[in-house]
């Protein structure tokens, strides 16, 4: 596609159900990354993916949060028992290669607007 | 890890007004700077960006912005803002990898 696509774009979950959020990334892109954009704040990194492998999961905030890419493509956060606090948007970006300057341009998807109520 | 500061929450202006938006980041080295823009209903997307070289930035739309590095600053400007030009805006500096993010500035301009 043309750009990074995710879905469902909105998700309302009751406290205690899992969910699962779906990125596309743009074809041949290797590095994917989520991030987790809270109101009036700005995107704050969750996790890191080259290829299929799990680079960096540091800002996942607990536990209850799962990422995958099996394939070096499409990616899944997966958050378990979901939380009042865990409602925001979820987002996605990927890029061509990411080195260790972070001199390539991110693009972002949509994003998921979780909320739990 | 990098923290990015901007100056302003909410910003009005009328048309063909001048706008600056500030931004700073926490510490130096070298750094990778962006600015995103989020129109309203629409996903965000590069403004501009500085790797390196010509401290002074163009991007799309007639967006500039000026990297002073004594100042750990990277200001947004456009010297006549549009209508269209309502949005939000984010600062972003590399973390390595990943970015961080400031918590951005939201821009009415009223026709």
């Known amino acids: 596609g043309a750009g990074v696509s995710q879905s469902p774009r909105y998700k309302v979950a009751k406290r205690g159900q899992d969910v699962a959020l779906r990125c596309d990334p743009i074809?041949?892109?290797?590095?994917l990354f989520w991030y987790q954009q809270a109101l009036g704040q700005g995107p704050e990194f969750l996790t890191y993916?080259?290829?299929?492998?799990?680079?960096?999961k540091s800002g996942l905030p607990s536990d209850r949060f799962f990422a995958e890419r099996p394939e070096g493509s499409v990616s899944t956060l997966k958050i378990q028992r979901t939380q009042q606090e865990d409602s925001a948007v979820y987002l996605c970006?990927?890029?061509?290669?990411?080195?260790?300057?972070?001199?390539?341009?991110?693009?972002f998807g949509p994003g998921t607007r979780l909320t739990v109520t | 890890a990098q923290s990015v500061s901007q100056h302003n929450h909410h910003v009005i202006l009328s048309e063909a007004a001048s706008l600056e938006l500030g931004c700073n980041y926490s510490?130096?080295?070298?750094?990778?700077l962006f600015w995103y823009v989020q129109y309203p209903g629409q996903h965000l997307q590069l403004l501009l960006k500085?790797?390196?070289?010509?401290?002074l930035v163009k991007g799309i739309k007639g967006f500039e912005a000026e990297f002073i590095k004594s100042k750990f600053s990277f200001n947004l400007r456009k010297p006549s803002v549009q209508w269209s030009d309502t949005a939000e805006y984010f600062c972003?500096?590399?973390?390595?990898?990943?970015?961080?993010f400031g918590a951005g500035t939201t821009v009415t301009v009223r026709a």
């Open positions: 970006a990927s890029s061509l290669l990411i080195g260790d300057r972070g001199s390539h341009e991110q693009y």
């Open positions: 074809s041949g892109h290797v590095s």
């Open positions: 993916f080259q290829n299929e492998a799990q680079l960096d």
């Open positions: 510490y130096g080295g070298t750094v990778n």
């Open positions: 500085y790797f390196s070289g010509d401290p």
């Open positions: 972003a500096v590399n973390d390595d990898y990943k970015l961080s």
